[in-house]
């Protein structure tokens, strides 16, 4: 008796059947919660897009209204302005393909990139410009870096120093000010979270990379039709 | 010799201001600092804080006669980090721009030493009435706290309370009282004062003993 008491089931028995019973709970939650999450965060991805691509000072105090695929942006003063955002199917990561109006020239491409931060996933959106050649801006869907250090990267001053790189050479980090000046494609580290930003930067470049293969691909089984 | 467990009335009241987590035992001072800049953000804090707090002190109580003395950390970390992940995913489906404003606050939930101290003080120990009770009290007793430096914080840094603008938008505000170091500034302040008042009654309390000596 004292032999089965002293075993490892007979000490963890507790754990055990608590960890089953609250795996169940949470399985249930998620299944039950997930869509509605889901959608939330679909809905903020179609009202950040217009800001990634036209900039933050076009949208800035705007009413913007989603219907589909149609986001309009009602500025403050001037025209009101349409967008059609289409996701592209089957597309990892996900990947939007933004133009003017209902069926107007294209304005850029939106795509969406995850990766490990400091403490947890950094979920990002990184625009490009139609041709991909530059980068229109990022914006942070989803973190828990380290608050007050890790956690500028949501910062528009941070975020700022992404707008308008070129694409075709990898993004670098400088720790300071003066080595960031160095190279055009390198981005000052956020003081004391080098490594929250050494990821995001890691994150804008694998986005890139995989968006313009498959922009490429795209491209080329269109050449490729008769 | 057993000691007397306090009965649940007296746990409820003892919760909310003689054993004040933030104020009398400085517990749970993250969430006080972090999320106090309104009183929006510092009220869902305390919402979900007490969720955890109740569930988890519900289900430690009915398990007490089973837990293992070296084990009980394992299982009160384990039931109490199951519901901040309820409490969190249910704020994202419902709630999300606030899900979004609190960040990783709401996950760091999970190390607030003010509900692991609620488990292994009282419902380890005692039935689950106690331990609702208690759960109660102390989830009062941080509403109160939150809520008076969020106070403090938002009329003082925006001119508003709830998001209501009390005072005219041209009336200066201290922009310092909702950046961190107003957390502290408020904090510290309301600390003293609730210190000096908890003494000021204890010295009249013991008057007429000193004076009749």
Sequence with gaps: MDRLRNSFLGQAWLILVLAGVFGALLAAVHLRLSPRIEENIRAEIMREIPGLLLGGEAVEGASITIEGELVTIEPTSGEPRALTIVEQPSSTPALYRVSEGESGAPLGWVARGQDHGYADVIDLLVGLTADTAQITGIYVLNQKETPALGDGIVRSDFRSLFVGIPTDSPLTVGRDAAEAAKSPYAIQALTGATVSSRSVCQIVNDTVAVVRNEIAGDVEDHDERP | ?213
């Design chain 2, 1 to 213: 010799m057993s000691v007397r467990e306090p009965a649940p009335l007296e746990r409820f009241l003892n919760g909310i201001l003689p054993e004040n987590p933030v104020y009398r035992q400085l517990l749970g001072l993250c969430p006080t600092l972090a999320v106090t800049a309104a009183m929006k953000p510092a009220m869902t804090m305390v919402a979900a804080t007490a969720f955890v707090l109740i569930c988890a002190n519900l289900i430690t109580s009915l398990i007490r006669h089973l837990l293992k003395p070296h084990l009980r950390i394992l299982v009160f970390t384990l039931t109490i980090a199951t519901f901040v992940t309820i409490a969190d995913r249910t704020l994202a489906a419902f709630a999300y721009p606030m899900s979004k404003l609190l960040g990783p606050y709401v996950p760091l939930i999970i190390v607030n030493c003010m509900i692991i101290s609620r488990c292994e003080v009282c419902s380890s120990k005692q039935g689950p009435k106690a331990a609702l009770a208690d759960a109660i009290g102390v989830s009062l007793g941080f509403l109160l706290a939150l809520a008076s430096v969020a106070t403090v914080r938002e009329i003082l840094g925006n001119g508003s309370w709830f998001g209501i603008q009390l005072v005219p938008e041209s009336f200066p505000t201290l922009i310092l009282m909702i950046l961190p170091p107003g957390a502290f500034l408020a904090l510290g302040s309301l600390l003293g004062l609730a210190t000096w008042f908890g003494h000021r009654r204890a010295a009249r309390a013991s008057e007429p003993e000193t004076g009749s000596a």
